[in-house]
């Protein structure tokens, strides 16, 4: 199993995909937080810092369509019949990609933390405003959000396993993000709390009527585990045609 | 021993029977080609001996196991498929990296598969820069990764430039004579003639023959003449096989060249041409396959 993680890790590093993704979401990381600099809150507002911060975790859609990759990618470019001749227990496969995935966007989550991080310090320097290092909220918001990626990149990669079509896969999720979810918010009320969408914003530590942080990141580790079971069984099934 | 037995495979996609009860068995230290014309279920049966598509019903074994109960399969199988390609953005080499370590076969073997398939120059570059023929030669290398017992290769010669043709056939025969099974499907009759030793027919996803090629017609003579009617009378109470075979010639079975030859001399009809031959491959593949329409050169014969 560790050779075939080493092996999806191997896989990502000799493609350009991840740091086209990376530096997309790090760039819109650095416009986002420049946005709320500009024309946010009150400088001295204490709620600002950590809607900085948590840019690092809403950008973490980036890790998500990087997970997509992991199987679409390869029904795309049709890699995906060498990788199953070479371990015909598909199960394996899909494990080894959800850890190599994971870890990667975690480490997306890392990068995005510190570039986070590094921008909140460096407009808190030059607007001469105290931050709070040190302050729960800034940590916990940091750590949420690369949590956030890393179960993010799960999501993606059992998404992608389910819809082997990579525009498919892309759009699906696109368009729960964008309005699904926000639809089926609105019926099902203070369930809606509960969705994927928003146990994420919950683990990230966003501002609003969410559930408590650790709840969400439970909820968010529970839906990527439904899904990566789902997905490891569809994929048994399916003929690679 | 047969490295391959497929039997009493069956696979139904929909209402559509892409396989239907077909069993065959492929013996080592031979070229065998697998044809068929095109949806006549060739593709799908070396999948599922792939374990890539599951069969409905019947088994298919590669050296007494399932794919999927093989160790390291890929040492014991190498594929090249239609549908096996390579992300564009990786080097050849990277490409290969990533089987070999797949497969747990050592890395030393990339080298010498880039070497032999003549891809050892452009091993740095893009997959997504090469061209067709480029890309079937390190399909072939990813096969050849494992030094496996069994080749399974779906139109292998696709993109090859002559050169490259030759090159594939000596490489297969060579394979073969040295013991490994080779299974090979392909459009590219003439090609195949020169290639294969046994030979497995398909259609409609049921078996049509499998033999050797020599098996594949019985000897006939062909024969030319100006008095053509005459000459077909003359072999008709003879008791031979007379079919025509276009203007002014005759294709005649159960009897000799020097027996026609004979008969004609005998009652004095002048012969153009007289000729013993077996029937092409082509011809073969078409009776077999009932599929005139394919070529219709042959079919206004």
Same mark, same amino acid.
């Given at each position: 199993?560790?050779?075939?993680?080493?092996?999806?890790?191997?896989?990502?590093?000799?493609?350009?995909?991840?740091?086209?993704?990376?530096?997309?979401?790090?760039?819109?990381?650095?416009?986002?937080?420049?946005?709320?600099?500009?024309?946010?809150?009150?400088?001295?507002?204490?709620?600002?810092?950590?809607?900085?911060?948590?840019?690092?975790?809403?950008?973490?859609?980036?890790?998500?369509?990087?997970?997509?990759?992991?199987?679409?990618?390869?029904?795309?470019?049709?890699?995906?019949?060498?990788?199953?001749?070479?371990?015909?227990?598909?199960?394996?496969?899909?494990?080894?990609?959800?850890?190599?995935?994971?870890?990667?966007?975690?480490?997306?989550?890392?990068?995005?933390?510190?570039?986070?991080? +590094?921008?909140?310090?460096?407009?808190?320097?030059?607007?001469?405003?105290?931050?709070?290092?040190?302050?729960?909220?800034?940590? /916990?918001?940091?750590?949420?959000?690369?949590?956030?990626?890393?179960?993010?990149?799960?999501?993606?990669?059992?998404?992608?396993?389910?819809?082997?079509?990579?525009?498919?896969?892309?759009?699906?999720?696109?368009?729960?993000?964008?309005?699904?979810?926000?639809?089926?918010?609105?019926?099902?009320?203070?369930?809606? /709390?509960?969705?994927?969408?928003?146990?994420?914003?919950?683990?990230?530590?966003?501002?609003?009527?969410?559930?408590?942080?650790?709840? +969400? +990141?439970?909820?968010?580790?529970?839906?990527?585990?439904?899904?990566?079971?789902?997905?490891?069984?569809?994929?048994?099934?399916?003929?690679?045609? | 021993?047969?490295?391959?037995?497929?039997?009493?495979?069956?696979?139904?996609?929909?209402?559509?029977?892409?396989?239907?009860?077909?069993?065959?068995?492929?013996?080592?230290?031979?070229?065998?080609?697998?044809?068929?014309?095109?949806?006549?279920?060739?593709?799908?049966?070396?999948?599922?001996?792939?374990?890539?598509?599951?069969?409905?019903?019947?088994?298919?074994?590669?050296?007494?196991?399932?794919?999927?109960?093989?160790?390291?399969?890929?040492?014991?199988?190498?594929?090249?498929?239609?549908?096996?390609?390579?992300?564009?953005?990786?080097?050849?080499?990277?490409?290969?990296?990533?089987?070999?370590?797949?497969?747990?076969?050592?890395?030393?073997?990339?080298?010498?598969?880039?070497?032999?398939?003549?891809?050892?120059?452009?091993?740095?570059?893009?997959?997504?820069?090469?061209?067709?023929?480029?890309?079937?030669?390190?399909?072939?290398?990813?096969?050849?990764?494992?030094?496996?017992?069994?080749?399974?290769?779906?139109?292998?010669?696709?993109?090859?430039?002559?050169?490259?043709?030759?090159?594939?056939?000596?490489?297969?025969?060579?394979?073969?004579?040295?013991?490994?099974?080779?299974?090979?499907?392909?459009?590219?009759?003439?090609?195949?003639?020169?290639?294969?030793?046994?030979?497995?027919?398909?259609?409609?996803?049921?078996?049509?023959?499998?033999?050797?090629?020599?098996?594949?017609?019985?000897?006939?003579?062909?024969?030319?003449?100006?008095?053509?009617?005459?000459?077909?009378?003359?072999?008709?109470?003879?008791?031979?096989?007379?079919?025509?075979?276009?203007?002014?010639?005759?294709?005649?079975?159960?009897?000799?060249?020097?027996?026609?030859?004979?008969?004609?001399?005998?009652?004095?009809?002048?012969?153009?041409?007289?000729?013993?031959?077996?029937?092409?491959?082509?011809?073969?593949?078409?009776?077999?396959?009932?599929?005139?329409?394919?070529?219709?050169?042959?079919?206004?014969?």
């Amino acid at each position: 199993m560790l050779a075939l993680i080493g092996n999806e890790l191997y896989k990502l590093r000799t493609i350009r995909t991840p740091w086209l993704l990376l530096i997309s979401q790090l760039g819109l990381l650095v416009l986002g937080i420049a946005g709320l600099a500009i024309h946010g809150a009150a400088p001295n507002d204490p709620l600002l810092p950590r809607e900085m911060l948590a840019h690092a975790g809403i950008l973490s859609f980036f890790a998500l369509i990087l997970g997509v990759n992991a199987v679409a990618a390869e029904y795309r470019h049709k890699t995906i019949t060498d990788t199953y001749l070479a371990v015909p227990r598909r199960s394996r496969v899909i494990v080894a990609k959800l850890v190599a995935y994971s870890g990667v966007g975690l480490l997306f989550g890392i990068a995005s933390a510190g570039v986070a991080l +590094g921008a909140t310090i460096a407009w808190s320097a030059i607007k001469d405003i105290p931050l709070h290092l040190a302050s729960d909220d800034v940590w /916990r918001t940091v750590v949420g959000a690369i949590v956030w990626n890393g179960l993010y990149a799960a999501v993606g990669v059992s998404i992608g396993a389910l819809l082997p079509n990579l525009a498919a896969a892309i759009g699906v999720a696109l368009a729960w993000i964008l309005i699904v979810e926000g639809l089926l918010g609105q019926v099902l009320g203070d369930f809606r /709390r509960w969705l994927p969408m928003a146990s994420g914003q919950a683990l990230g530590n966003l501002p609003g009527d969410l559930l408590p942080q650790l709840t +969400g +990141g439970l909820v968010l580790a529970g839906y990527a585990v439904i899904l990566a079971i789902i997905a490891a069984a569809t994929s048994i099934r399916r003929d690679v045609n | 021993m047969a490295e391959l037995v497929i039997r009493h495979l069956t696979k139904q996609f929909g209402r559509v029977r892409a396989v239907d009860d077909l069993s065959f068995e492929v013996a080592p230290g031979e070229v065998t080609g697998f044809l068929g014309p095109n949806g006549a279920g060739k593709t799908t049966t070396l999948r599922i001996l792939l374990g890539l598509v599951r069969p409905t019903s019947g088994e298919v074994l590669i050296a007494g196991q399932r794919y999927d109960q093989l160790a390291q399969p890929r040492r014991v199988v190498g594929a090249v498929l239609e549908s096996s390609g390579a992300h564009p953005g990786r080097t050849a080499r990277a490409h290969l990296h990533v089987l070999a370590t797949a497969s747990t076969v050592p890395l030393s073997r990339v080298d010498e598969v880039l070497d032999q398939v003549g891809l050892t120059r452009d091993a740095e570059r893009r997959v997504g820069g090469f061209s067709l023929g480029m890309r079937q030669r390190l399909g072939l290398a990813g096969a050849l990764l494992g030094d496996p017992e069994v080749l399974l290769l779906d139109e292998p010669a696709n993109g090859l430039d002559p050169e490259g043709v030759a090159w594939l056939r000596r490489l297969l025969r060579g394979l073969a004579a040295r013991g490994r099974t080779v299974l090979i499907s392909s459009h590219l009759l003439s090609e195949v003639a020169k290639t294969v030793d046994q030979i497995v027919i398909i259609s409609d996803g049921r078996l049509r023959f499998a033999g050797h090629l020599d098996e594949l017609g019985e000897p006939s003579v062909s024969v030319r003449s100006v008095e053509i009617e005459r000459l077909r009378t003359v072999l008709n109470a003879g008791g031979f096989d007379v079919r025509p075979a276009g203007e002014g010639a005759l294709d005649v079975r159960g009897s000799s060249a020097e027996e026609i030859g004979r008969l004609a001399s005998i009652e004095g009809i002048a012969l153009l041409s007289l000729a013993e031959g077996r029937p092409s491959l082509e011809d073969a593949f078409l009776r077999l396959t009932g599929s005139p329409e394919l070529l219709p050169r042959s079919a206004a014969n």
